[in-house]
Nanobody
Framework: QVQLVESGGGLVQAGDSLRLSCAAS????????MAWFRQAPGKEREFVAG????????SYADSVKGRFTISRANSGNMMYLQMNSLKPDDTAVYYC???????????????WGQGTQVTVSS
């Protein structure tokens, strides 16, 4: 299994920007798709953004389209989520994950990081 470690979360004001990072070890981003999920208190874990191994056709949840950008470093050992125009509704624990198949279902992802907290105040 690939070990994933998220970082970059914190407390920001609405409208601010934040960049999350996901460091990988083992088979570096060998999954067909790498993705970011988030989970707010009392809510189910939800898909945020995903990127195929070939870095083509990124996908985004409707709630973050135009504001968030998923990317992968050329070295292949880092993945990022650039979050702009943050809203209080973005408050959640953010996780990076990998799956052999393209999906927005968290059950199909077999590699997970420990999560990083993002809190957006009004």
């Amino acid at each position: 299994q690939v070990q994933l470690v998220e970082s970059g979360g914190g407390l920001v004001q609405a409208g601010d920007s934040l960049r999350l990072s996901c460091a990988a070890s083992g088979r570096i981003f060998s999954s067909f798709v790498m993705a970011w999920f988030r989970q707010a208190p009392g809510k189910e874990r939800e898909f945020v953004a995903g990127l195929t191994k070939l870095s083509n056709y990124p996908s985004y949840a409707d709630s973050v389209k135009g504001r968030f950008t998923i990317s992968r470093a050329n070295s292949g050992n880092m993945m990022y989520l650039q979050m702009n125009s943050l809203k209080p509704d973005d408050t959640a624990v953010y996780y990076c994950a990998g799956s052999p198949r393209l999906s927005t279902d968290p059950a199909l992802y077999d590699n997970w990081g420990q999560g990083t907290q993002v809190t957006v105040s009004s």
